[in-house]
């Protein structure tokens, strides 16, 4: 038996810490003098502490420490391992995500993207003969899985959709998930809705501001907000849905740097 300050030199772990867990019963002493109260710790001890140690190190709490210590099962501890590897991997994700946003973000600095001098011009646009597929998608960079969909059934019904093509946001403000997008290509004929899948007359604008957007879909964000002060600026406000059309993309264009995007807001002066 060692005496707890002994016990804590070999085990490198300090007496706060071994009188810690005493105390929320997580690693107990194996003998405590009923006279003195000196706890004393046994040698067979140390594996279980390393254990406790090593899952500390892992990110595992005290409270789901207890729960595989106390249960002392290779199938449980494997099962909390396994968990807590895929959480690590998910937050590593996260994290290279922020990375890739911070590296991006110091790019566009470089690049004096964000104060861009955007052209901004205002234009009436006609009702057109289109088909849509509207639904409710997980993020907004999801937006192509509507778009391949659409693809497909004009393709299956053999339609000419040449013409402008275009994708509406139909929430009230910005969403998290859950995103209500509509996707639109003009046609030469309207048939019979069906699947989801809508034909129509669109209605026209009388007054639309637009800016032509170039280079990477990260500049489309920065090119709202300079559309949002013009308008403000120039007496307008917001009376419809905004529409992004793509006009150079991965379906057409290799290089980033040379997509094109049009967004359209329709408004009218104050």
């Known amino acids: 038996m060692f005496k707890i300050g002994n016990f804590s030199k070999l085990t490198r772990v300090s007496i706060r810490m071994l009188r810690h867990y005493d105390e929320i019963g997580l690693f107990k002493p194996a003998k405590i003098d009923n006279f003195t109260g000196y706890r004393y710790y046994s040698a067979t001890q140390i594996k279980r502490l390393n254990l406790i140690i090593s899952l500390r190190k892992m990110g595992f709490s005290l409270a789901e420490i207890s729960v595989v210590t106390d249960e002392d099962t290779d199938k449980k501890l494997r099962g909390m391992l396994t968990q807590k590897k895929d959480m690590v991997k998910f937050n590593i994700k996260l994290e290279n995500d922020k990375l890739k946003r911070i590296s991006s973000a110091i790019e566009n600095l470089k690049k004096e993207r964000v104060n861009m001098d955007y052209n901004v011009n205002i234009k009436s646009i006609p009702s057109y003969k289109v088909v849509s ?52 290509m003009s046609t030469d004929k309207l048939l019979e809705n069906e ?49 992004e059309l793509p006009i150079k993309g991965p379906w ?19």
């Not at 034909?199 to 170039?214: G, Q």
């Not at 964000?221 to 600026?233: Q, T």
């Not at 264009?253 to 104050?270: A, D, F, G, H, T």
Request: hydrophobic share 30%; aromatic share 12%; with cysteine.
């Open 195 to 243: 699947n989801g899948f809508v034909f129509k007359k669109t209605e026209s604008i009388e007054h639309a501001a637009y800016i032509l957007v170039p280079g990477e879909f990260s500049n489309i964000a920065p090119a709202f907000n300079y559309l949002a002060n013009w308008i403000e600026e120039n007496g307008y406000q917001i009376c419809g849905n905004s529409r």
């Open 252 to 270: 057409n264009e290799s290089n980033p740097e040379n997509y094109l995007n049009e967004i359209q807001i329709p408004v009218r002066k104050i």
């Open 133 to 184: 597929l509207r639904d409710k998608i997980p993020s907004y960079d999801s937006e192509g899985m509507l778009w391949q969909r659409l693809g497909e059934y004009i393709q299956e019904k053999g339609l000419n959709c040449s013409g402008v093509s275009y994708a509406t946001y139909h929430d009230e403000g910005y969403k998290e998930g859950e995103v209500d997008v509509e996707v639109v």
